[in-house]
């Protein structure tokens, strides 16, 4: 008898997320269906605005990396009024920027992703999340995490007035600049935050690579998908998070293409389907093979694994060192690895506190030139920014008073939603063997996905220090023939 | 004894109220210590049958962010109206509609449309597929929730106890509320948690406001470099601090204007003022043209008033489903769904 298993919820994809996983006769695993509940329409009810405001309007599609839509919005304004941000307003973005991923990624390794390795694949499931991270490394520790974030996040807040939904990005520049003492007080930040990078890696090495299970496990078959990566690269085709030249490598790591913002409507096009509201983008040149990997599938994959794979290296030295372990120790680039995001993910950490010590002990990130005023008529423009969650683009029409005409959003996690499905599927292809389902699914499913931080996962697995999750047998009739919970 | 159970949950939002929640930081450890958590952001089935075993009123308080949107959303904020003895409405969103409320200037039809049709410019889809509630796959059946043609406010689904603004709710208040709540000391039924005073009165750039406002001309933000030390509306830039709540920051000062923008009025009206675009439009003709009123024409004073290039996105930026317009005429009325309430 054919049955689904419905895992509703698994976690957060702009909205909810809901797993459908159908088994045939057997029990095998026929297909797994990755689900998006909702539609929140900013593509429509950004028309008729102006648009200078959809900097403060878009931030509001996620307020986990509102600052990435910020930025991304701001970069599109530039754009939309042919104005270039002075190079102290530039500056004072990457800081917010960088202070931004930084924050966010430790969200993602401490509470979310993170405990799956540092607790450990095989450890209770109650204990898979902040407080069991805690017990392992120690409250001492925890604490520190938390006061990291907090530290991190006070710079948005400074400069951006609110960390959730910050309102500083106009047309050529920022709304307002920092003061000396205040840079001297962020720089105290920053330095602690590369001690701290240094810590996260250790913990990393001293847990994950040391444990051979766990360092199977990642490079293991299950967690693999040979696929494209795109990701932001400056003229050295070096990481670059806030601006450069979008470039895609294929399965093999030759780079296949490489591309300005503006012309992302000539690289990428989405499909859509009946049975979710979120779309599945894949590569124009190479077309929709459905959802299945290898060089002949426009199936890519973004976010921090995909942007190292896209790339030829780290701008800073000790971003660059872990950089070289990671691939080596993983068997070369690109990497398949999808557990490897958590990996890649910390390195970014590490990449982007290394910059922003830079940009502090610049004096000049202090100097009064924070805006250049727009005198071109706006028409239409692109932003794109690589978010925590993968590459961003921001595409906006006006009429000639900069009324918006039109909006396009390519948002970070809609660029992973056919490989996300494709590693569930795979996950539970391997694990549901003749009508055999045990809380081992529950981990491995969830392990599937959470290496691409699919967005408010943090939040809701954090607090209580629990991600419930039902899975359901269902027979025909849609009866539950047998349940595994986990509150 | 027992400790009380507080919920947290969320319906047409962005995770911005969550995250508002893990802000707390440090003090989240003292709320675990006071009570249980029962946080579930994206619990759906499992958690409604869940809740649905508890007795009424077995929650001591619920959390609900996030505006009303589908089917599942209401179903779900019903239950929890049922099962928690006190309900707050936390965030812009829920509070009054929020962002997602915007959507009301338009339908579900446009809305599909430009994120699946022809108005969008990255999709591939000579078929014109759209979401369905109920759609067949080889292997079998697949459902979605109903997305409404209109996005409602929390209060205008269920009965609402109190009320937590802005976008989102500073982790102060939140903390505040939590405290009153477990101490008994409830506010009257209804109550917005949060101060009375307009950002205006709070505002450390009321210094420099003149006696009297006087603006020649209505500028954009993107077209001025605004001076720190000074108001915006003494420089012709809109800001809707006359017409909303203070609060945003502990300090009062308002934290948009912390980094020299404009408030947008996230907080919501404070308690005399009933709707917000209608004082907005009324402060903003007692400034206008005020210095050489006498000497200006009535097409001068239009053209004054013409220069606020979208009145509806800057006055209902986050409250238009709860605000007189509530939404745009459906062009059809008889494809108003019955959610159009």
């Known amino acids: 008898m054919a049955k689904k298993i419905s895992i509703d919820p698994i976690t957060r994809l702009e909205g909810h997320g809901k797993i459908e996983i159908f088994l045939d006769d057997d029990g095998n695993v026929k297909n797994a269906y990755l689900q998006v509940p909702e539609l929140k329409g900013f593509e429509q009810f950004c028309v008729g605005r102006p648009v200078e405001e959809l900097a403060r309007i878009t931030p509001r599609i996620c307020g986990v990396c509102p600052t990435a839509h910020h930025m991304c919005s701001t970069k599109a304004l530039d754009a939309v009024y042919h104005v270039k941000p002075t190079e102290t307003a530039l500056k004072l973005r990457r800081l917010i920027y960088n202070a931004f991923m930084a924050e966010d990624h430790l969200l993602h390794f401490f509470f979310l992703g993170g405990p799956d390795f540092v607790v450990g694949p095989d450890a209770p499931p109650g204990e898979r999340n902040i407080l069991g991270v805690i017990g392992k490394v120690g409250i001492e520790i925890g604490k520190q995490v938390i006061d990291m974030r907090r530290r991190l996040r006070s710079v948005i807040t400074h400069l951006g007035g609110k960390v959730i939904h910050p309102v500083c990005g106009l047309p050529g520049g920022v709304s307002k600049g920092l003061a000396e003492d205040q840079r001297q007080a962020f720089l105290k930040v920053a330095k602690d935050a590369v001690e701290f990078s240094k810590f996260c890696l250790q913990v990393f090495n001293d847990i994950v690579l040391k444990n051979n299970t766990y360092l199977d496990l990642i490079v293991g078959d299950i967690f693999k998908h040979q696929t494209y990566y795109m990701g932001l690269v400056d003229e050295n085709n070096k990481v670059d998070l806030y601006d450069g030249k979008i470039r895609v490598v294929d399965p093999n790591g030759k780079e296949f293409v490489k591309f300005e913002a503006k012309d992302y409507l000539d690289h990428i096009i989405e499909h859509v389907e009946p049975w979710s509201y979120i779309k599945f983008p894949y590569l124009k040149n190479i077309g929709w093979k459905g959802f299945v990997d290898g060089i002949d599938s426009g199936v890519y994959r973004v976010a921090p694994l995909a942007r190292l794979n896209a790339s030829d290296g780290m701008k800073t030295p000790l971003a660059q060192a872990e950089y070289e372990k990671m691939f080596d120790t993983l068997g070369g680039k690109p990497s398949h690895h999808t557990l490897a995001f958590h990996w890649a993910r910390l390195i970014e950490v590490m990449y982007v506190s290394e910059e922003l010590v830079q940009l502090l002990e610049d004096k000049s990130i202090t100097n009064p030139d924070i805006r250049n005023l727009p005198t071109e008529t706006p028409d239409e423009g692109v932003g794109v920014i690589e978010a925590p969650r993968g590459t961003l683009f921001h595409h906006y029409k006006t009429d000639e008073n900069g009324m918006v005409t039109g909006v396009n959003l390519i948002v970070a996690t809609v660029n992973n939603s056919a490989a996300i499905s494709m590693s569930i599927a795979k996950a539970a292809k391997n694990l549901i063997k003749n009508g055999k389902v045990n809380d081992g699914l529950l981990n491995m499913v969830e392990m599937a996905f959470r290496p691409y931080d699919p967005c408010l996962a943090c939040a809701t697995h954090s607090l209580p220090g629990k991600m419930p999750l039902i899975v359901n047998i269902r027979d025909n009739n849609k009866d539950i023939v047998q349940s595994i919970r986990r509150d | ?341």
């Open chain 2, 1 to 341: 004894m027992p400790k009380p159970k507080v919920a947290f949950y969320w319906c047409a939002s962005c995770g911005g109220c969550e995250e508002a929640i893990v802000d707390l930081n440090e003090d989240i450890l003292k709320v675990v210590e006071l009570v249980d958590i029962v946080f579930w952001p994206c619990a759906m089935d499992f958690k409604y049958d869940d809740v649905r075993k508890m007795k009424d009123n077995e929650i001591t308080v619920a959390f609900i962010n996030g505006a009303i949107r589908t089917d599942e959303q209401e179903e779900m904020a019903n239950l929890l109206r049922k099962k928690a003895q006190i309900v707050v409405a936390f965030g812009s969103c829920s509070h009054l509609g929020g962002i997602p409320g915007l959507a009301n200037f338009w339908d579900r039809e446009t809305i599909f449309e430009s994120s699946y049709g022809k108005g969008c410019p990255s999709v591939d889809n000579p078929d014109g597929i759209v979401p369905q509630t109920v759609s067949k796959v080889p292997e079998g059946e697949l459902t979605l929730p109903a997305f409404h043609n209109t996005v409602k406010s929390l209060d205008q689904v269920i009965d609402v106890d109190y009320y937590i603004p802005g976008c989102a709710p500073p982790p102060y208040l939140t903390m505040k509320a939590i405290v009153a709540i477990l101490s008994g000391e409830l506010p009257e039924k209804g109550a917005i948690l949060a101060p009375e005073k307009t950002l205006c009165d709070e505002c450390s750039l009321n210094d420099s406001k003149p006696e009297k406002i006087s603006i020649k001309e209505i500028k954009r933000i993107s077209e001025v470099i605004s001076d720190p030390e000074k108001c915006f509306l003494a420089e012709g830039v809109i800001c809707m601090g006359p017409v909303t709540r203070s609060g945003c920051s502990e300090e009062g000062d308002g934290k948009c204007i912390s980094a020299n923008m404009p408030c947008r009025g996230c907080f919501g009206p404070p308690p005399e003022v009933k709707d917000v675009g209608g004082k907005m439009i009324s402060a903003l003709a007692s400034i206008v043209g005020l210095e050489g009123e006498e000497n200006m024409s009535e097409e001068d004073v239009e053209k004054l008033i013409n220069q606020i290039v979208d009145p509806a996105g800057y006055f209902y930026r986050f409250s238009l489903p709860t605000s007189l317009l509530r939404r745009k005429r459906m062009s059809n009325p008889a494809k108003e769904d019955r959610y159009n309430g």
